[in-house]
């Protein structure tokens, strides 16, 4: 336990010296606040750039306040996953390759320990900035417009909150597994990208799936997606967190067996 609390700590300064604490949950909030404003302003700003005639008027019904907040998420699903795969993709291959792994390696070392205090940490990282970020969006959607239900506010995030801990797992074994940060970024992306396609235009045919939680967080918010079928993809959305998180731990002790030859 006590290499677990030193792996943790080192972990966390370097989140704290490479600012991703500050930097990353800024971009998440700064992303909550501008949907809704842009929405509210979105009138004024179409009559600003439109170029109508004199005396045309631009009425555009009130968007619904979920409706925003499943917009926030949208964002999230392309420039949020950017951000975490950028930021962690060289979690463990950019050690590799500057040779602090090497440096740890030749150690006793669990590997257990070393995996798990970057997902902790990364997996803290994301979570504090989702959240923020959805806060920041409930709170200028409220003000803006209307109330959300703040219950069905917090299953909402609670269930996006699973999607983002998948990512953070993804981007992770793929730092473990690849040479590099690059191909890591790369393999976490596609992998994403791909399934996220597959799901699109066959997922109609199922609706257990880890790629239906983004999906039934946004149900959250209307009436709520078919209990049966959430939880069982929440189930097994952390039982691949899981599975994703032993493969990331057997590939760097696989990787420090090469390093010792």
């Known amino acids: 336990m006590t290499q677990f609390n030193v792996l943790l700590k080192k972990e966390w300064r370097e989140n704290f010296r490479n600012y991703k604490v500050f930097w990353i949950p800024i971009v998440f909030i700064l992303f909550g606040i501008i949907e809704p404003v842009t929405n509210y302003f979105m009138p004024q700003i179409l009559d600003s750039v439109g170029n109508l005639p004199d005396g045309a008027v631009i ?57 798990l205090s970057k997902w902790i940490l990364a997996s803290a990282v994301g979570m504090l900035s989702v959240w923020s970020g959805l806060l920041a969006a409930y709170y200028y959607t409220f003000l803006l417009f209307e109330r959300v239900d703040f219950t069905k506010f917090l299953k909402f995030g609670a269930t996006y909150s699973l999607w983002i801990l998948l990512i953070v797992s993804l981007v992770l074994l793929m730092s473990a597994v690849l040479p590099n940060a690059g191909l890591a970024a ?38 709520g997606p078919k209990p049966e079928d959430f939880w069982w993809t929440a189930g097994i959305g952390i039982l691949l967190i899981f599975a994703m998180i032993l493969a990331g731990i057997r590939s760097s002790k696989a990787n420090a067996s090469k390093t010792k030859v």
């Open 59 to 115: 009425e555009i019904p009130p968007p619904e306040p979920e409706e925003i907040l499943v917009a926030v998420m949208g964002q999230y699903q392309l420039i949020g996953i950017l951000v975490l795969v950028l930021a962690y993709m060289g979690s463990v291959a950019g050690e590799r390759k500057n040779g602090t792994a090497t440096l740890l390696y030749v150690r006793p070392l669990s590997y257990r320990s070393y995996f």
């Open 186 to 223: 790369a393999g976490s992306l596609l992998l994403i990208f791909v399934f996220q396609l597959i799901d699109g235009l066959l997922g109609t045919y199922w609706t257990v799936s880890p790629l239906k939680i983004p999906g039934y967080a946004a149900q959250w918010l209307l009436d």
